[in-house]
């Protein structure tokens, strides 16, 4: 089963429920997907054992061929390509590494090259595997770092994706591969704001989804009452606590400070287990 954890916006606990709840469960796997700010090894400290490039093609031109006819211009969607007198510029920040300009140019005169965008970084935290993403500063392509990293995936395991915050195209690369999405928000009215639009977005991908209300005693009771209006469980309230807060500021993790919270989670777990039988029922 791959869960990921997501929320419509930073702060909001994302991170803390998903290394704990990594670590709560038996054959798991952890897998940080905000790959422009991964901060979950700071709370699992994996020992990282293995290391690779993440790249992607781009277009090269042979002067010696190119008619400047224009065609990979009219092809490339991203704009990422323009002819000018005797000359074809690219904006290599604007390329997605298709190859559609490369396949169809009538006088093969792109050739595809590799360019570096990030890294993967591997390895376990005790004996369960850990992966996460870093895209390289200033790269603009995100997505096929998470791409890369989701192939990691193991799929004996249980995959626990720290999704990046917000509804961008991160995010939507992350939860659409998994089979349920953890929501983390807050009793706040930005907090209620942020969440309808993840659910949103969850709903066009067709993931199921629970929400999990951190700092639940902090706030209002919007949240709860849209919830149960949209007929979304409610997995999990986690009252706000000095200790935590601390223990965050230190590095540790939600089940190190609070260690009930391993069973708590476990029980999220087998709640969500019910949730994906039960759509499973439905779709069938």
């Known amino acids: 089963m791959i869960i990921s954890v997501a929320s419509g916006k930073g702060g909001t606990g994302k991170t803390t429920i998903s290394t704990s709840l990594a670590l ?15 901060n979950g090894h700071l709370f699992l400290k994996p020992r990282l ?3 690779q490039s993440v790249f992607i093609k781009l277009p090269e031109i042979d002067e010696n061929k190119c008619t400047y006819c224009g065609n990979c211009v009219d092809i490339c969607q991203f704009n990422a390509l323009v002819v000018v007198p005797n000359k074809v510029l690219l904006f290599d920040q604007l390329c997605h590494g298709c190859g559609a300009c490369s396949i169809l140019c009538p006088e093969q005169a ?17 004996e369960m595997p850990f992966a996460h993403g870093i895209v390289n500063i200033g790269e603009s392509m995100v997505t096929p770092v998470i791409r890369e990293l989701i192939e990691q995936i193991e799929s004996d395991r249980t995959a626990i994706l720290d999704a990046p915050p917000g509804t961008n195209c991160p995010v939507v690369e992350t939860v659409q591969s998994s089979d349920y999405c953890i929501l983390v928000t807050e009793a706040t009215p930005f907090g209620l704001n ?13 993931v199921e989804h629970g929400v999990i209300i951190n700092k639940s005693d902090l706030g209002t009771d919007l949240v709860e009452r849209y919830c ?15 200790d935590v807060a601390v223990g965050y500021s230190k590095g540790e993790m939600l089940i190190e400070t609070k260690p009930e919270y391993k069973i708590i989670l ?3 777990f087998e709640r969500i287990k019910e949730e994906v039988h039960a759509g499973a029922v439905r779709a069938f």
């Open 266 to 268: 476990q029980r999220v």
């Open 49 to 51: 054992e293995q290391r």
């Open 228 to 242: 149960e209006e949209k007929n979304i469980p409610v997995l999990l309230q986690i009252p706000f606590s000095r």
């Open 24 to 38: 709560s469960l038996e054959n798991s796997q952890y897998l940080d997907c905000d790959v422009e700010e991964p």
């Open 194 to 206: 942020d969440l309808k639009l993840a659910v949103d977005m969850l709903e066009d991908l067709h």
């Open 110 to 126: 792109i050739r595809e090259v590799d360019k570096e965008i990030g890294i993967l970084e591997m390895g376990h935290v005790v």
